[in-house]
């Protein structure tokens, strides 16, 4: 996986040949690539592949002969069993196969011919709704006709863990029992939320604990484009990540966004140790 800074030093040199583009020694070396994004009752599962230097044309390369070890709370290191095109997860024999509400997990990873690598993250404890009631509906103008939305108010218990929360809102046919897979828009204008941008729907609320820690605190979210009457039900999905899930969601987002190579220079977040990659928790549930 190339650096972002890859992009712009191929763009200016298009631009003049007299440019120069300064680069760290790390750019020049090929780095382990370790991916591992722990959910709550999900199985673990950890991707490495190899980075490409600024100097090689090649693609990254998917790592199958590594040796990853994994450990949970400080307790014995696991060996990872190799499954497919660069995955790693524990054997059966460990015990250990689903990552654990408020569990700290640590990994190492290792090549021959590259550096070793490292991350940590803690799963955070799943979030706790105390209600979720319907209080408004109706709709807005949008491009001659009427968008319908509904309000709600949801009430969460917060655990005192330090991190975000993220509300979805999905539809799915009232009466079934399938995971809803129908995204809809989703707007608030609580201060948490709106204060640095305003009101916008959106595919997601995004928003940080630090100012409710281990107390009870309430949303107002209104979910668009749910016809009334028409036989469809609104599922919530709220999810509590970690700081690096955050940053590493945001980060990706930005450098998505970022409009071409000749716009400022976004770097993902990273947090593997003497490598790339991120390691990141989250636990989710729904809210019916």
Not at 85 to 90: H, I, L, Q
Not at 143 to 170: C, H, K
Request: hydrophobic residues 40%; glycine residues 8%.
């Amino acid at each position: 996986m190339k650096s972002i800074n890859y992009f712009l030093f191929a763009a200016l040199i298009l631009v003049s040949c007299e440019t120069i583009i300064p680069f760290e020694d790390k750019d020049t070396q090929s780095l382990i690539t370790m991916h591992a994004a722990l959910s709550e009752g999900d199985s673990i599962v950890a991707y490495l592949s190899r980075s490409v230097s600024i100097i090689d044309n090649g693609s990254p390369q998917i790592l199958d002969s590594a040796k990853v070890l994994m450990r949970m709370n400080g307790g014995p290191w696991d060996t990872l069993k190799h499954m497919i095109k660069g995955s790693y997860a524990p054997m059966a024999s460990s015990g250990n196969l689903f990552a654990q509400a408020d569990g700290l997990y640590e990994f190492k990873a290792y090549h021959i011919g590259l550096d070793s690598v490292s991350g940590h993250a803690t799963v955070p404890m799943k979030p706790v709704v105390l209600s979720m009631d319907s209080i408004d509906s109706g709709s807005i103008p949008q491009g001659g006709w009427n968008y319908p939305y509904r309000e709600f108010t949801l009430v969460m218990s917060d655990s005192g863990q330090a991190g975000y929360y993220r509300i979805q809102a999905y539809q799915r046919f009232r009466g079934t029992a399938t995971i809803p897979l129908y995204e809809l828009e989703v707007d608030s204008d609580d201060i948490l939320i709106s204060a640095d941008r305003g009101r916008q729907r959106k595919n997601s609320l995004l928003f940080s604990n630090e100012s409710f820690l281990n107390t009870n605190r309430s949303i107002d979210v209104s979910v668009f484009g749910v016809e009334p009457n028409s036989g469809m039900q609104i599922v919530f999905k709220l999810t509590k990540l970690d700081l690096s899930s955050y940053l590493y969601d945001v980060s990706l987002e930005t450098y998505l966004n970022s409009g071409g190579p000749f716009t400022q220079p976004v770097t993902v977040y990273n947090n593997v140790d003497n490598g790339l990659g991120v390691v990141s928790a989250k636990s989710s549930i729904w809210v019916f």
